[in-house]
């Protein structure tokens, strides 16, 4: 079966860095584009970041444009989400989804989400 498994979530100071990392297993992972989201309580599930299949090409919400960095190593089916200067807004639960679309922002995979706190 297809897992993803998020890691790398905590507490952290404002201003502070935290490095996440989602690990792929049952799937070809490099077939597959490769994305981030978030969902502070009470709010939607927002978009963050995003990488292409070989991680050619890299997209970022403007609110972490600057700030974070994804990334992925297909030779370890992980991919990685570094973000620095973390403030009290970035407070959420991190999600790695896996795309195997084409033509659309569809996810088929998602993992079980990390806790990232950013106290002020």
């Known amino acids: 079966q297809v897992q993803l498994v998020e890691s790398g979530g905590g507490l952290v100071q404002a201003g502070g860095s935290l490095r996440l990392s989602c690990a792929a297993s049952g799937l070809t992972f490099s077939n597959y584009r490769m994305g981030w989201f978030r969902q502070a309580p009470g709010k939607e599930r927002e978009f963050v970041a995003a990488i292409t299949r070989l991680g050619l090409d890299r997209y970022y919400s403007d609110s972490v444009k600057g700030r974070f960095t994804i990334s992925r190593d297909n030779t370890k089916n992980t991919m990685y989400l570094q973000m620095n200067s973390l403030k009290p807004e970035d407070t959420a639960v991190y999600y790695c989804?896996?795309?195997?679309?084409?033509?659309?922002?569809?996810?088929?995979?998602w993992g079980q989400g990390t806790q990232v706190t950013v106290s002020s």
């Open positions: 989804a896996a795309s195997f679309s084409r033509v659309g922002p569809k996810y088929d995979y």
